[in-house]
């Protein structure tokens, strides 16, 4: 079975701090895809980024940055001078290979981050 | 653009209504999600529509009735619903990209159930 453990359940910063969200994740599937969304107060969530179990690769967009290592099975998300409008609660999720085309997500508690002024 | 919209943004019923929720998206997605998110928790998928057929149901309740009347539309009737089904409800699209896809959430209707 698949899990996903988000262990941060809430994080306060200030603004222009370094944030990290940590996110472990367990399967036995080799083929697997990890994604991050942002939920903020208004409900909708709103997909930051998708990878797959065969690109370990580091991604940055923005103040973005995600880090991958399948050696511990983590995918953490540092946003990099926090503002205000990352307030929010941001998931981590996993799936597996789709099927009958669709997927199912398999989500972590979340974590929610305030970011004062 | 990968945008899906639902309608309406908040309802209140009572437990005798009858009501719908509607979702839509024009990405040319295949698959449609219905997800219950209770506050403070991860969203909890309730049904899956793949090629317009229904492709999973988690078990949800009769009270709840999906629909997808094309490939563009996607509805949650909703009947006879208890005060603990208020939650805020999501609904999702995605299509195939290799073997995987990327759900595309929608702003979410928030129920309340009197």
């Known amino acids: 079975a698949q899990k996903v453990t988000q262990a941060q359940t809430e994080i306060s910063v200030v603004e222009k701090e370094d944030v990290t969200l940590d996110c472990v994740y367990e399967t036995r599937d080799t083929t697997y895809y990890l994604f991050w969304y942002k939920q903020p107060p208004s409900g909708e969530l709103v997909f930051l980024i998708r990878?797959?179990?065969?690109?370990?690769q580091n991604e940055i967009s923005g103040r973005y940055s995600w880090n991958f290592q399948k050696s511990t099975s983590s995918f953490n998300f540092t946003i990099t001078a926090s503002q205000v409008v990352d307030s929010a609660v941001y998931f981590c999720?996993?799936?597996?290979?789709?099927?009958?085309?669709?997927?199912?997500?398999?989500f972590g508690k979340g974590t929610m981050l305030l970011v004062s002024p | 653009d990968t945008e899906v919209t639902q309608t309406p943004k908040h309802l209140v019923m009572g437990m005798t209504n009858k009501k719908s929720l509607k979702c839509e998206q024009h990405m040319g997605h295949r698959a449609m999600y219905w997800y219950k998110q209770k506050a403070k928790k991860p969203p909890e998928l309730m049904f899956v529509?793949?090629?317009?057929?229904?492709?999973i149901n988690e078990s949800v309740p009769s009270r709840f009735s999906p629909e997808c009347p094309n490939s563009s539309l996607l509805n949650l009737h909703l009947h006879a619903l208890q005060p603990e089904d208020s939650a805020l409800y999501l609904c999702?699209?995605?299509?195939?990209?290799?073997?995987?896809?990327?759900?595309?959430f929608g702003p979410g209707t928030r129920l309340t159930v009197l």
């Open positions: 999702a699209s995605s299509h195939k990209a290799g073997d995987s896809d990327t759900q595309y």
């Open positions: 529509y793949s090629y317009e057929k229904l492709s």
């Open positions: 999720a996993l799936s597996e290979p789709m099927n009958s085309g669709y997927s199912t997500l398999t």
């Open positions: 990878r797959n179990s065969f690109d370990e």
